[in-house]
């Protein structure tokens, strides 16, 4: 069993920058693939960005290519993302996820375990 915790969340405004952090427990961590999702109101959730278990890749929804980077301290047990440039239409609830495949995909059916989310804000 892998719990996730998401911290980081907040108000900010148009073009400032955020920086996510998910908490792991479990000591499979470094196998896991890690992935962001966001959940606006009223819309289905999607993803944002993934890497593999070991960090030597990354995929990014196109929404956020070249704002968002995804990294990962496998000692710490955390992945973190990256925010800059944020927009209006990136409010959102941002979830962490962990893929005990292990090799990275944006595909939300692909995760087994899920943090509570972190509320994003972003005022014009």
């Known amino acids: 069993q892998v719990q996730l915790v998401e911290s980081g969340g907040g108000l900010v405004q148009a073009g400032g920058s955020l920086r996510l952090s998910c908490a792991a427990s479990?000591?499979?961590?470094?196998?896991?693939?890690m992935g962001w999702f966001r959940q606006a109101p009223g819309k289905g959730r999607e993803s944002v960005a993934a890497i593999r278990w070991n960090g030597l890749a990354t995929y990014y929804a196109d929404s956020v290519k070249g704002r968002f980077t995804i990294s990962r301290d496998n000692a710490k047990n955390t992945v973190y993302l990256q925010m800059n440039s944020l927009k209006p239409e990136d409010t959102a609830v941002y979830y962490c996820?962990?893929?005990?495949w292990g090799a990275g995909t944006l595909n939300l059916s692909g995760y087994d375990y899920w943090g509570q989310g972190t509320q994003v804000t972003v005022s014009s």
């Open positions: 479990g000591r499979a961590f470094n196998t896991f693939a």
């Open positions: 996820a962990a893929d005990r």
